[in-house]
């Protein structure tokens, strides 16, 4: 255990912030995988709207 008062402050500041650094970390990483598929699930989505448009009218 730290003697001194910085010592103190950070032994009792150090883990809380270790977890809200992960947390944050976890945070990001799952908004930015559920950004990215939504990015690509419009884009097959929008690919599979224009392949069905140029059968639709291939058959007309």
Do not use: Q
Request: glycine letters at 4%; charged letters at 25%; one cysteine or more.
């Amino acid at each position: 255990m730290p003697t001194t008062v910085w010592g103190n402050i950070i032994f009792a500041l150090a883990p809380t912030i270790c977890v809200g650094l992960i947390f944050w970390f976890v945070m990001r990483a799952i908004l930015r995988s559920d950004r990215t598929e939504r990015k690509v699930y419009a884009r097959i989505e929008a690919e599979e709207r224009a392949k069905l448009a140029s059968n639709s009218a291939e058959t007309h």
